[in-house]
């Protein structure tokens, strides 16, 4: 017979080793990883996308304690009084919001005449002022002059002039192109003396605000916003959303 001791050293059963929390078990790891490759990379890559085709957009003059204010969106920005170019049934309007002394809007103006072009019986410009008076002291008298010419037809070589010589902006140059332009000095220069056209700038301003403009360029395509100089590239993808969206394709 076996001995007490034999028998107690029978009757002892080995102690299972506790089992591992599931946060412990490589199988979990191995299934989580998956998961979140399968359903978070797409993620990832969708936000990814959107900050590349945000940063696309390039320079922008912010106006100082201006933000985009709550009825943003809801104005209608698009008008019939002021300069424009292309077909007046154009099915997309482009509005620019610009100032003539930001450095952006004179980076931005070849390229949106190189759009103008390409779609010459899709895209309609009108250009709206937005001085930003807080940063430029040429910004007010330099939309004026460019206004005075508008009175006389000459906007748009006017608007061009300023942009091209926009680091000598000041009375001798708004002369100049005046003379160059063969404007009748006289009308012109009375009607900045009167400040003929400063109610328009103001209401250009004014309109700008209400829509959420806070600085220059903008944009509305369509009534969408869009800030800053956009390459042509983005001008196209930009253009052809703006035609889905108007015969809904």
């Not at 002021?82 to 100032?99: C, K, T, W």
Request: charged fraction near 20%; charge should be neutral.
């Amino acid at each position: 017979m076996p001995s007490t001791e034999e028998q107690l050293i029978t009757n002892i059963k080995p102690a299972q080793a506790p089992r591992r929390p599931l946060y412990r078990r490589l199988w979990v790891w191995v299934l989580g990883i998956l998961l979140l490759f399968w359903f978070g990379l797409p993620l990832v890559l969708k936000i990814f996308s959107a900050r590349q085709d945000n940063s696309q957009a390039g320079g922008f003059t912010a106006a100082p304690n201006k933000s985009a204010s709550a009825s943003a969106g809801l104005q209608e920005v698009a008008t019939t009084d002021d300069p424009s170019l292309g077909s007046p049934v154009a099915p997309i309007v482009v509005v620019e919001f610009g100032d003539f002394e930001c450095p952006y809007c004179r980076e931005a103006e070849p390229i949106i005449k190189q759009v103008l072009q390409k779609y010459p019986e899709a895209v309609r410009l009108i250009y709206r002022d937005f001085p930003v008076i807080e940063l430029h002291a040429e910004a007010v008298p330099a939309a004026e002059a460019a206004n005075c010419a508008l009175k006389q037809g000459k906007f748009w070589a006017y608007h061009d002039g300023l942009f091209q010589q926009q680091d000598q902006l000041g009375e001798a140059l708004y002369l100049s192109l005046a003379r160059t332009l063969n404007l009748d000095l006289d009308k012109f220069n009375q009607c900045r003396q009167a400040h003929l056209t400063l109610a328009d700038i103001q209401d250009d301003l004014a309109a700008g605000t209400a829509a959420g403009v806070r600085g220059t360029p903008t944009w509305f395509i369509n009534g969408q916003k869009v800030e800053g100089v956009l390459p042509l590239d983005i001008w196209d993808k930009a253009i052809t959303a703006a035609l889905r969206r108007k015969f809904g394709k």
